[in-house]
């Protein structure tokens, strides 16, 4: 078994008065793509805010590759639940954000985005402003412009929630061919159990607020997933529904 | 535009038949009677505050943008200049006119001084509240793509800035102007201040308004250009297309 | 009941203003029938402010005068502040350089902005044999300070108030005095009404007039008390105590308020026609579409001795 | 405030050391000294300004927020109004102070126009800017809840503009102070201008500057009015309580 | 058949140079339930947005009750897909943001919006500001402001998309509930199939962009729907999944 490319230790959080994060500990091992389910507003998002330093923590250790992580360093390709596009900036220009923060000419970053756009569904709207675009289109510009960064780790915060179950397949479909090439490491938060059962390596579960981790699923389905009608995929799917409707510690 | 016409008969017909001496107030035709009949002096006079305007109103912006910057990188340093800049501001220009002009002579120099101490704040201003008006969500997002603190700013910040920067630059711009002409008015060889003052001192209330006239259309081209250039530097603000009002 | 009159003064307050002080608190305005109110100084000129009614006296320089009157301003003199120039052009001590007024060729004036200094400065130099041709530097009220900083190399002073200011503080100047280089010598300032105030109101600005001769009178004959009286009204104003003595003491001796030959307030005609048709001459009076008079004005008209009464 | 301190420090080294005479500029000493030697005179000269900056700036708010509310809601008068007041604001004040007079004479009135003049324009900017800043999926939703304009004004586009306010507040409150000082330096009978006008013709630059220093103070303690009710205003800006920075 | 309460007659709309909606006829009679379904981007949102008169119709007839809807009435109760929450409001004031503009005082709409607080998962946040709040939250916070307003019809544009299982069940059977007591008339946009089957009446598909009426179905299962293991249910499900999946018109 390998060492955990991330590590939670411990980790706690509170907004004034109130306790959101009482005690996650997980990790995610390099290659692994781990899915993170949980009730609405236990403080999934808040989890992604720590690892990306939009917040700092309360307590316990954020660990990657096996050291803590520190401020300059960021390791992650991040696509927050809102997507954040820029509004002055083209959908194009908003795809490359990552690439030209990581140096990156803007032509150069373009060529590198421009022939996923027929992928993503949004060719022709290369040009439009975020506010010219559906909400699944806006989710997906920020997904795209999440995944062309080429991280050592992906996190990404509902990226399918906007998409509609032909879109979101294709999408998914998308995302685990390009985890078996690339062997990227990813976290998922994601409210689909379907979803998390058919990317997944491993499944935390979360409690209510304040946040503890209920339970933990290894997925070992073979890749790639196609069949989720199979026995082992439905019984997973039932347990976490089970897991999540009747949450028991 | 139409309203601006109808205030300029009214006022030349309240001029002619009010009975209202020319001393109080000169009808529209009479002024721009006097602005033609004078046109080459008043040419010759608007050049100096066309020059100090400029000038100044560029080291203004310059500054405004050098110290926002400055300031939105360290918080020290806001805490250090911002007093400074306030109290700047509070001083009133009457009184510090003429030191200015007695400490730096009667060339372009005071006078860029202080068009610029007038016009620097409303952009700073602007600009720093600019800068904090910047989504939250979107810095977090930059921050996390190991953009340093500088890529923050240049992609997200500038940007979010750019409604309060024309904001201030719409105000700053019409200041402009008058601060020259104020500069020169406290001492000066030539420029629309000086004209003013003379045709003032001389009894002439046509010409004052003659001059007042260019000085007038001055700012108006000045601020028509700011108009624009918003237009064509902020295209995403224009894009509603077939929504309703 | 008591008529009111109102008049607008010419400059911040100083000592050229005691006689109406004096006659306020004397109570000479009182005894005339008159409840005077000395208006705020503005920057708006105190002849604009009487033509145009919203003041019914004012303190006129005698530029203003002529200008506004020739302009067509209702301006009409009625008392002369001063029976001679108070003003001169000056100049620091110790500029070796500048022996008379052919000197200033090429030098820089710190100015007040009428084109009356410049008939004035120009016709002063080419008397004494120069061209006539320097620099200005329009600066108003800095231009005394630029004059000390050095900012400036000359420029025109009220004696009795910049000039006397500057011994007092031991700046030495050396000054050319007008009248000794071809300009006829003026009363400097006027109080002065519009015509139509004198004919509505020949009472009250009889009553007004002459009681403020009373007071500059007073002012002459008992400087200390005049003082007094002068600070007390302006206390904010005028802090400099030693300057207000010293100033009046200058005012008194000069013979600026009350003339050698002992008149007081009285206007000399002759002086008025000298110095009308000097500027007419020097191209300064215009019409009122600002083209130069033609014809030489009545100046007679521009005055009247009749509100001083008794 | 360190700065500030190290500001006067160094004046008053300069000051005294320098042999510059006191005529160009006293000592920061020497000025504090005249300050409160002459305080009475400076108090009572402190008031009217008082009374007309507050005056008339609560006029040219109330003023621009009347005229931001009729040209938002209507597009006609906006083309009809705005070229009106761009052009009032370009009028340079050193030409028109002089008529004020001429046409409201020396009272209150005349200082409360010239503050709201200078004020005005910059509280209109800013509001009007800061209605344009409306999310526009607010005002669709208010739109299908039936609200009218006014509701949709009230609830969504003058909420969205009180950053900008207070962008134009902070910039506008200094402004008064200084238009209120420049009308009474063409003409009052009291006030911290007709101070300063007369303590300069009475050669005292000390008293000049200590005038200038109480002028500064107010304006200072006047801006940090606004800072406070800025604070107040926005109690949602005030939440990134363990954000990062 | 009772006569409709909302009617569509081929509606288009198009934004420069893009043809969105190019015929959409669709109809809801008086207490139905109508979802709509249909790929990412194909114009969902942008029929809600003609309805409330954001968007000006390129063509075609709205009528509601009948009549054509003119631009004062607004019989909707909407809730947009981005949340629209004031960030200046408190939720409670958010909440009853549409209350108020009905003409209630604002103690009156607190009063009738407080109790339902804690159905929403939302008690102890009255009193945050929506920056404080989770996604899910969020698009809660909006959904609570919607149902509140009991308009004459509800739009709902993906009310639960951002919601985990446990979460969107609990959503979903309150609104069945509520739909059952006061017989309201809605129109849901969805991604999700289940929900659509679950709450619905009829379901509408649409196609790609330039969007048509794909298919119509009706839902004739018994209310209330608890059970959606039925055949006749998964009958449902999987005919919709098969034309959104296959879309041959
Ligand atoms: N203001 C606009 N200008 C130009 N194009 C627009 C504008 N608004 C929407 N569009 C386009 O209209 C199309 C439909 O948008 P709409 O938001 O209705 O999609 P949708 O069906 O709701 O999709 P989603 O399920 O992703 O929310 C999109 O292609 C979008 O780019
Ligand atoms: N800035 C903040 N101030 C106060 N409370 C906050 C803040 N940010 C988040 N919270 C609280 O933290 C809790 C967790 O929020 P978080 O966004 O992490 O939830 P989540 O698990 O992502 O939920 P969802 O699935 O709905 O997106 C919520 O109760 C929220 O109200
Ligand atoms: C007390 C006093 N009053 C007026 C002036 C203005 N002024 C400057 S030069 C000049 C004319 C000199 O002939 C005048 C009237 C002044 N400086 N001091
Ligand atoms: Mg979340
Ligand atoms: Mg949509």
């Given at each position: 078994m390998s060492a955990p490319r991330l590590e939670l230790r411990q980790l706690r959080k509170r907004f004034d008065g109130l306790d959101v994060l009482a005690d996650i500990s997980l990790t995610v091992r390099p290659g692994e793509f781990v899915s993170i389910l949980g009730p609405s507003g236990c403080g999934k998002s808040t989890i992604f805010k720590l690892l990306t330093g939009a917040l700092q923590t309360d307590g316990g250790e954020v660990l990657f590759d096996g050291t803590p992580l520190e401020d300059g360093r960021r390791p992650f390709a991040f696509m927050p639940q809102r997507d954040a596009l820029m509004p002055w900036r083209r959908i194009i220009d908003n795809t490359t954000l990552g690439l030209e923060v990581q140096g990156l000419s803007r032509s150069q970053a373009r060529e590198k985005v421009a022939p996923l756009f027929a992928e993503f569904g949004l060719d022709g709207f290369e040009r439009h402003y975020p506010a010219q675009l559906s909400g699944g289109m806006r989710q997906r510009a920020a997904l795209l412009r999440t995944v062309v960064q080429q991280r050592d780790m992906l996190l990404l915060d509902e990226p399918f929630s906007a998409l509609d179950a032909l879109t979101r397949a294709g999408m998914q479909r998308w995302l685990q061919a390009m985890w078996e090439r690339h062997r990227w490491t990813a976290l998922l938060i994601t409210h689909d159990v379907r979803e998390a059962v058919f990317l997944s390596d491993r499944i935390y579960v979360l409690t209510e607020r304040p946040a503890r981790v209920l339970d933990e699923i290894t997925v070992s389905l073979p890749h790639p997933r196609t069949d989720l009608a199979s026995p082992e995929a439905s019984a997973i799917e039932a347990r976490l529904l089970q897991t999540l409707l009747n949450p028991q510690p | 535009m139409l309203s601006v016409g109808t205030l300029v008969v009214a006022w030349e017909l309240y001029a002619r038949f009010s009975g209202i001496s020319a001393i109080m107030l000169p009808a529209p035709s009479r002024v721009i009677g006097q602005a033609l009949e004078h046109r080459q002096a008043l040419f010759d006079n608007t050049l100096p505050t066309i020059r100090a305007t400029v000038f100044g109103f560029g080291c203004s912006l310059t500054a405004a943008f050098v110290f926002s910057v400055l300031v939105d990188f360290s918080g020290r340093l806001r805490r250090a200049l911002f007093p400074v800049f306030i109290i700047s501001q509070t001083l009133p220009l009457v009184a510090i006119a003429p030191l200015v002009v007695l400490w730096f002579g009667f060339g372009l120099a005071p006078k860029i001084m202080l068009v610029a101490l007038v016009t620097f704040f409303p952009m700073l201003v602007a600009l720093v509240q600019g800068y904090a008006a910047t989504d939250d969500d979107i810095q977090s997002l930059l921050a996390s793509m190991g953009a340093s603190r500088v890529r923050v700013f240049l992609l997200a910040r500038l940007p979010s800035s750019l409604p309060y920067f024309f904001a201030g630059l719409r105000i700053s711009i019409t200041y402009a102007v008058v601060g020259a002409i104020f500069a020169e008015y406290a001492g000066?060889?030539?420029?629309l201040g000086i004209y003013i003052l003379n045709a003032k001192n001389n009894f002439r209330p046509g010409l004052v308004l003659a001059a007042v006239l260019v000085c007038a259309t001055l700012t108006l081209v000045l601020f028509g250009i700011t108009v624009l250039i918003q237009r064509v530097a902020m295209p995403w603000e224009r894009l509603d297309q077939g929504r309703r009002r | 009941g008591l008529k009111p009159v109102t008049i607008a003064l010419d400059w911040t307050p100083n000592t050229n203003h005691i006689g109406l002080h004096v006659a306020q608190a004397k109570g000479f305005y009182a005894n005339a029938g008159v409840d005077v109110e000395i208006l705020p100084y503005s920057d708006t000129s105190a002849g604009a402010l009487v033509a145009s009614r919203v003041a019914d006296f004012g303190i006129l320089s005698s530029l203003g005068l002529f200008t506004q009157r020739t302009a067509g301003a209702d301006l009409v003199a009625t008392y002369a502040i001063m029976q001679t120039e108070t003003g001169r052009l000056v100049f620091n001590a110790d500029r070796t350089d500048i022996k008379s007024p052919r000197d200033l060729d090429g030098l820089t004036y710190g100015g007040f902005g009428s084109a009356w200094e410049n008939a004035l400065i120009g016709s002063i130099i080419r008397h004494d044999g120069g061209k006539g041709e320097y620099e200005t530097v329009t600066l108003g009220t800095s231009a005394y300070e630029a004059l000390a900083n050095g900012a400036v190399d000359f420029t025109l002073e009220v004696y009795t108030w910049e000039g006397v200011k500057a011994e007092l503080d031991g700046r030495p100047q050396r000054a050319f005095r007008y009248a000794d280089f071809g300009v006829p010598d003026q009363h400097s300032n006027f109080i002065g009404s519009s015509e139509a105030y004198l004919k509505e109101n020949p009472e009250a600005a009889s009553g007004f007039v002459t009681a403020t001769r009373r007071g500059y009178e007073f002012a002459v004959d008992h400087p200390d008390e005049a003082a007094e009286i002068l600070i007390a009204a302006n206390k904010d104003v005028l802090t400099d105590h030693k300057l207000i003595r010293a100033s009046l003491q200058a005012l008194i001796d000069g013979h600026y308020f009350r003339s050698k030959e002992g008149a007081v307030g009285r206007i000399d005609p002759a002086k008025i026609d000298a110095i009308g048709t000097y500027l007419f001459d020097a191209g300064v009076l215009k019409d009122g579409d600002g083209k130069k008079v033609e014809e030489r004005p009545d100046f007679s008209t521009y005055f009247t001795n009749d509100f001083q009464t008794a």
């Open positions: - | 000066a060889a030539k420029g | -």
